[in-house]
């Protein structure tokens, strides 16, 4: 098994910046990939970006692409989610995820209960 826990969220400005952490803990060996998921209410959750131990690293959603940037430390098992030029559609919860990566495709086995991020116009 293993545990994640964020930090991070909270309540910024439309321009603002936050980092979001991700701690594993546990079996951290068995999922060499950890990745952020935001999902606002009565929406489906979406892909914001993921980085594998290999040193990879890859963006989902369209919209944060140049304004977000995952990075990791796997001595920490720990991951980031480096938020710039937040706006109010950024407004979700962020969830973790750790899992596999093979062939340039993620597998998630593992999730966290997720921050809030709150974004003011």
């Known amino acids: 098994q293993v545990q994640l826990v964020e930090s991070g969220g909270g309540l910024v400005q439309a321009g603002g910046s936050l980092r979001l952490s991700c701690a594993a803990s546990?079996?951290?060996?068995?999922?060499?990939?950890m990745g952020w998921f935001r999902q606002v209410p009565g929406k489906e959750r979406e892909f914001v970006a993921a980085?594998?131990?290999?040193?990879?690293?890859?963006y989902g959603v369209d919209s944060v692409k140049g304004r977000f940037t995952i990075s990791g430390d796997n001595v920490k098992n720990t991951v980031y989610l480096q938020m710039n030029s937040l706006k109010p559609e950024d407004t979700a919860v962020y969830y973790c995820?750790?899992?596999?990566?093979?062939?340039?495709?993620?597998?998630?086995?593992?999730w966290g209960k997720g921050t809030l991020v709150t974004v003011s116009s």
């Open positions: 995820a750790a899992g596999k990566y093979y062939s340039g495709i993620y597998g998630w086995d593992y």
């Open positions: 980085i594998n131990w290999s040193g990879g690293s890859t």
């Open positions: 546990g079996r951290t060996f068995s999922s060499p990939a």
